[in-house]
């Protein structure tokens, strides 16, 4: 069965940082997608960052050159870093690994992210 547990996620204050950790198991995803989602309050759920068995990277335009998105193959977890945060960054992260073609892909449980003064 697979799992996706994730962690860091806390309270932080306008242009802090945070790190969200991601561990999967149950399987191995090497060949596997993995990514960052997000959900404002009232809001649609939204994609963050990717990134690829081969690390090629994709970020959300409102991130990009604030987060970092990386993966250990070997530990199967997936990781982003969050710097500069703002209060719009406030939200749900959820952890995401999708087979790029069989399609099949898993949910980690969300860890709350709140950035306020």
């Known amino acids: 069965q697979v799992q996706l547990v994730e962690s860091g996620g806390g309270q932080v204050q306008p242009g802090g940082s945070l790190r969200l950790s991601c561990a999967a198991s149950?399987?191995?995803?090497?060949?596997?997608?993995m990514g960052w989602y997000r959900q404002a309050p009232g809001k649609q759920r939204e994609l963050v960052a990717t990134i690829s068995n081969g690390e090629t990277t994709n970020y959300a335009d409102s991130v990009k050159g604030r987060f970092t998105i990386s993966r250990d193959n070997a530990k199967n977890t997936v990781s982003l870093q969050m710097s500069s945060l703002r209060s719009e960054d406030t939200g749900v992260y959820y952890c995401n690994i999708r087979h790029p073609i069989l399609g099949n892909q898993y949910w980690g449980q969300g860890t709350q992210v709140t950035v306020s003064s």
């Open positions: 149950g399987g191995i995803f090497r060949n596997y997608l």
